[in-house]
């Protein structure tokens, strides 16, 4: 899949929640083709503590609009300098990275789609990707509180959601591998982004009830092109890495203890 | 040399990687991943931390060994019409010479940079950089059995890096690139740890190119070979502070990860900054600086 340089146009800015931002990015050609589960790394401009592109996952492509949105939490300078752009302001994009979600395997497959956090951000564009393409996404979202979910409507719009929050203000109290859902209903297989531990417990139950599972990691990465080997992560095939062999792995092919 | 533009090892895969940003053949020399003799899965992660301009790596040499690239990688690269240069590390200096010897049947790699300098592997590599006795003795067995063009990667890590390049012309070296990496250490203050996973990594990236500039400056006063400099090139203007110290072409490396095209726009800055001053080629300046 080729790989661009882009200087995009922020087209809107939306604040979800005081620690995310939304930015729907455009171009004057058409956008070039990108998977669920890619990922872009941005130049930051104006962040002196910072030197390196930010890697960021691709939220959702609206094809129709020529929209790229990138749905990032302010974490540190880097992403609350990104938080600071405004409409029509210029972002330098290298993209689309990475391997991304595995693709339909057959019509009408169940694919649970297990998000937390900033993690549920792909899983939007890989639950519209799924829904079109003939298989049969259900989201299971954890967070922290009621507020911590984002983009509810959007998720609604494609496929069933389930949710938890960790204190209970909607859905099923508890973490995702807590949820009702997993003990009433089988999927042909599951996807998942969000923190290691949450994804480890998930791949947990994944294995148990013997599904398939893919993980997308999110390793500290330098050149985003698999040339620096920074990011590497640990498989059964050696040290891989996560930016061009990754971010989505087979669960078999990592060495998590689970 | 079309120009006096190379990718600094480590920074640019194999080349292939940046073929969607810019022509490869634009490009004057590029230096592939580090080689050794026997396959090395590098360090643990994390590997890389982010600095204030800059970078620290501890990669470790990860690669496949030489025999995979003779046969996997070579042919894929063969045929790119630049200067295609395979760095060469080890731990011995048998394996040294004998990952150098593999190296020279490649016919169309005609050159070898020889990393007597990095910091991030426990045996070897820098250990060899950083004595005069050490750097002479690995460059000496790889001259024996490598007959094309011979360059020598030095480590700023040292108290005279003219001594080491003056030790490595006397043992053959036809060139000498600096600096490698300058060793650093980055602690997360709410663990009490190092972020690296081998504590220490090597710094990169603009905050090292003072330091490579003075390097380069002395080196390139004692030897008569020709320098190579690199360290925190991120445009042509930097590159031309590195001509001026005395350097005959440079190499870009972490800006690699800023902007996968920097090296074809490095290399035209450079020759606009030429021709408005007038001079024909980069040799007019090279070590000109005014007294």
Redesign the interface.
């Known amino acids: 899949m080729k790989k661009y340089i882009k200087d995009l146009i922020v087209k809107e800015v939306e604040f979800p929640h005081e620690l995310y931002v939304l930015l729907k990015l455009t171009d004057k050609e058409p956008l070039p083709d990108t998977r669920p589960g890619q990922f872009v790394e941005v130049k930051v401009e104006g962040s002196p503590k910072t030197f390196l592109r930010r890697p960021i996952s691709i939220n959702y492509v609206d094809r129709e609009k020529n929209e790229l949105w990138l749905l990032i939490k302010k974490v540190g300078e880097g992403t609350h300098r990104l938080a600071e752009l405004k409409v029509n302001d210029r972002l330098n994009v290298v993209f689309p990275l990475g391997n991304g979600f595995s693709p339909v395997q057959k019509k009408g497959e169940k694919v649970l789609l297990v998000g937390g956090g900033v993690g549920m951000a792909p899983l939007l564009d890989y639950g519209k990707y799924l829904k079109d393409n003939g298989a049969e996404p259900v989201f299971l979202l954890g967070a922290r509180s009621k507020s911590d979910l984002l983009e509810q409507d959007l998720f609604a719009a494609i496929a069933p959601v389930h949710v938890t929050t960790e204190d209970g203000s909607e859905g099923e109290r508890g973490f995702v591998t807590q949820h009702s859902l997993l003990n009433k209903e089988s999927f042909d297989r599951i996807s998942v982004c969000g923190p290691k531990p949450m994804m480890v417990s998930v791949a947990r139950y994944a294995k148990k009830a013997n599904t398939p599972c893919e993980v997308s990691l999110e390793n500290m990465m330098a050149c985003g092109l698999g040339a620096c080997l920074c990011c590497v992560e640990k498989t059964v095939k050696g040290n891989v890495c996560v930016c061009k062999e990754g971010p989505v792995f087979d669960m078999n092919d990592l060495t998590w203890e689970i | 040399m079309k120009n006096p533009v190379m990718t600094a090892s480590?920074?640019?895969?194999y080349g292939v990687?940046?073929a969607?940003?810019v022509n490869l053949e634009d490009i004057g020399g590029i230096i592939v991943?580090g080689t050794t003799l026997h396959a090395r899965?590098?360090n643990?992660?994390?590997?890389?931390?982010?600095?204030?301009?800059?970078?620290l790596?501890c990669?470790g040499l990860?690669n496949k060994g030489v025999d995979y690239f003779c046969q996997h990688i070579y042919p894929e690269i063969k045929d790119i019409k630049t200067n295609m240069i395979v760095n060469v590390s080890g731990s011995s200096l048998e394996d040294y010479a004998e990952c150098a010897a593999r190296v020279n049947e490649l016919e169309n790699i005609p050159a070898i940079e020889l990393n007597i300098s990095c910091p991030n592997v426990k045996q070897g590599g820098m250990a060899f950089g950083v004595t005069t006795e050490g750097a002479s003795a690995v460059v000496k067995a790889v001259r024996e059995v490598y007959k094309k063009t011979l360059i020598v990667k030095l480590s700023p890590n040292v108290t005279s890096i003219a001594d080491i390049a003056l030790a490595v012309q006397d043992a053959g070296a036809d060139a000498v690139s600096l600096i490698n990496t300058l060793m650093g250490m980055v602690i997360d203050i709410e663990k009490r740890k190092p972020v690296l996973s081998i504590a220490t990594g090597g710094m990169s990236?603009p905050a090292v190119k003072p330091v490579a500039v003075r390097c380069v400056w002395q080196v390139a006063k004692a030897v008569n070979i020709p320098v190579v400099g690199l360290g925190g090139i991120m445009n042509a203007q930097d590159a031309i502070e590195f001509f001026l110290a005395g350097a005959s072409a440079i190499e870009i490396g972490?800006a690699?990860?800023?902007?996968?095209?920097v090296t074809v726009k490095v290399a035209e800055g450079i020759g606009e900054w030429l021709d408005q001053h007038g001079c024909a080629s980069v040799g007019e300046i090279v070590g000109q600086l005014n007294a």
């Open positions: 480590g920074t640019f895969g990687e940046f969607d940003f991943k899965e590098g643990d992660y994390p590997r890389m931390v982010e600095t204030a301009s800059g970078m790596n990669v990860q990236g972490t690699n990860f800023i902007d996968p095209a």
